[in-house]
Every structure is written in structure tokens, then in C-alpha cells.
């Protein structure tokens, strides 16, 4: 067994030896190492080494993949919309001022790689930009063929060694053959598809209320009830419709 050598101050020492005379311990050196491990159990995956690389804890946790979730919703919020005819996404951003300089907005926050797809991201910038140079010749022509490349390359990163995750999640809204469907693209690679989906840090209660205020309706309507989820101070919102 390692031994551990420190200086500790008098009042300290004092305190120890009046546990070890009252206490469970036969020494000051027992209950130093009982007090060493219970800080081990309490500092939690990383004492424990199941966020070193991509494994899963004794639980059935990827804490990797937690830690790459939580990077996501940190980032600007985003909304997803179906409305009668078209899917919308609106996006915020924090204006700049002075002058101009590279920003979210100029990174691309939603892009459009094929007439009939919208894409938006929200986490680490620089992971959504990887995610948007992986597109670059991508011909898929079918919403299900997007859905498959973009939740492959998720998954990539959270099965190959020497790889994390990427810290971003998506919203895929595409409109092939004049049907608009909006898919969630979590860290982890899974999907999801709905009528309205957001992402990003969100205002309190947005959750709630787009659940009670969703009614498939105008773009208007749509852009609307974005505005409502998604309004705070310092924002600026920016609608994305497909067609």
C-alpha cells in the first residue's frame, strides 16, 4: 500500500487525535485514508475514471456523451416549427456591435446545403461547423437519407476511441417530395421527429409552452409562436422557412 507523508497544522493534529480517542479509528493515519476514500466516492466519474475515454460506467452511463449534452443546451436557443405547407426554424443571436467581427451568425448558425433542407445547430460553434464541412457534396435526396449521414457521424464520435462528442445537437427540417418534416439530432447520434422541437438554453417554461401553445397553422403563426418560446433581452431571432 502507497503512504501518503504531510504536514499538518497543530490545531489540525489536535483535532484528529480527539477523533481517533472518541472515534471508530486505531490512528490518525486509518482515519486520514477512510476520509481520503469517501472523497474518492464523492467526487464522482472522474475519481473513478469513466469519463477518461468513451466506456461505460458500472450504471450504463456514457458520461461523455452527458457532457457533450449539457455543452449543447449552454448554447443560443433554436426552435423548430411544422406549419400548414412548410417547416420553419428560427434561430437567435447576440447582436454584435462596433466593428464587425466573425460571429455565430456569420458561422452559419442555420444552413441550407440543399434547396430542400434546413439545418441548425446549437452547442460549440466549432463543432457545428465539423458537422457542416462533413456536408460539403452530400447529394441525399431523401429526408431519411440526411436523417441516416447526420446520425452516423454522431454516432462515430461516441464509439471510436481517441474521438468525444461532439458537442452540438441539430434540427434537420427538410421538404422532399413537398412534405415538410423536422427531425432532433441528439449528441449521441439518436433522432427524433416531430411537429416542433427546441433546443439550446432556453427561456423558463419554453418547453411547457410550446407543448400547450402548438397548433399547426400559418408561417405566421409558426414564426409567431418562435417568437414568443424563444424572445429574451439581448437576442435577435431570424426565421428559416422551408418552401
Known amino acids: 500500500m502507497s503512504e501518503i507523508r504531510t504536514v499538518i ?13 472518541t472515534g471508530p479509528f486505531a490512528s490518525k493515519a486509518e482515519l486520514v485514508r477512510a476520509a481520503l476514500v469517501s472523497y474518492a466516492q464523492e467526487t464522482g466519474p472522474l475519481a473513478q475514471g469513466f469519463d477518461k475515454e468513451l466506456i461505460f460506467s458500472p450504471d450504463g452511463r456514457l458520461y461523455q456523451v452527458e457532457y457533450a449534452r449539457e455543452s449543447s443546451r449552454r448554447g443560443l436557443p433554436v426552435a423548430g416549427l411544422l406549419y400548414d405547407g412548410g417547416v420553419l426554424i428560427t434561430a437567435s443571436y447576440t447582436p454584435t456591435t462596433g466593428v464587425p467581427a466573425v460571429n455565430v451568425r456569420n458561422e452559419g ?3 441550407s446545403p440543399n434547396p430542400s433542407v434546413l439545418l441548425a445547430g446549437s452547442g460549440l ?3 457545428f461547423r465539423f458537422v457542416r464541412s462533413e456536408l460539403k457534396g452530400f447529394k441525399g435526396a431523401t429526408a431519411e ?9 454522431f454516432w462515430r464520435f461516441t464509439s471510436e476511441r481517441g474521438r468525444r462528442p461532439l458537442g452540438t445537437t441539430l434540427l434537420l427540417g427538410t421538404s422532399f417530395g413537398q412534405k415538410p418534416r423536422l427531425f432532433f439530432i441528439d449528441a449521441s447520434g439518436a433522432v427524433m421527429e416531430g411537429d416542433g422541437f427546441l433546443m439550446g438554453n432556453l427561456p423558463e417554461g419554453a418547453r411547457d409552452r410550446l407543448a400547450k401553445g402548438y397548433r399547426k397553422g400559418t408561417r405566421k403563426d409558426a414564426e409567431r409562436l418562435a417568437e414568443e418560446l424563444l424572445g429574451a433581452p439581448g437576442l435577435t431571432l431570424s426565421h428559416h422557412a422551408l418552401p
Open 9 to 21: 497544522p497543530d490545531e489540525i493534529d489536535a483535532y484528529l487525535e480527539a477523533m481517533v480517542r
Open 109 to 111: 448558425k442555420v444552413l
Open 125 to 127: 460553434v466549432a463543432d
Open 145 to 153: 437519407e440526411w436523417v441516416d449521414l447526420l446520425a452516423l457521424l
